[in-house]
């Protein structure tokens, strides 16, 4: 069954740290661009970072020198590691995989995971 399964999300003081895992049971994850969105309460969804098949990253000017996105192709799973959390930093984060076949462009997502940093 293709599923990105996010896990690693909880409760946190502000300055901690907290690493989001996304497995993903699909078959395309090797060719895929990863990424990692938030949706706050009352707010759009963002993206937080993103990493292409090849490695290459970026990131949301918020979080940058804060969070680190990594993929290991080898378990399909890509990593959010984020340090000095802040209490805006506070949302569901979601796992997005991109990816293009035959020209058309796809985009599939996990359930999310909560994560709450408190003040």
């Known amino acids: 069954q293709d599923q990105l399964v996010e896990s690693g999300g909880g409760l946190v003081q502000a300055g901690g740290s907290l690493r989001l895992s996304c497995v993903d049971s699909g078959s395309t994850f090797s060719v895929a661009a990863m990424g990692w969105y938030r949706q706050a309460p009352g707010k759009q969804r963002e993206l937080v970072a993103r990493i292409s098949r090849a490695g290459n990253t970026n990131y949301a000017d918020s979080v940058k020198g804060r969070f680190t996105i990594s993929r290991d192709n080898a378990r399909n799973t890509v990593y959010l590691q984020m340090n000095r959390l802040k209490p805006e930093d506070t949302a569901v984060y979601y796992c997005?995989?991109?990816?293009?076949?035959?020209?058309?462009?796809?985009?599939?997502w996990g359930q999310g995971t909560q994560v709450t940093v408190s003040s």
């Open positions: 997005n995989r991109h990816w293009w076949y035959l020209g058309v462009e796809y985009d599939y």
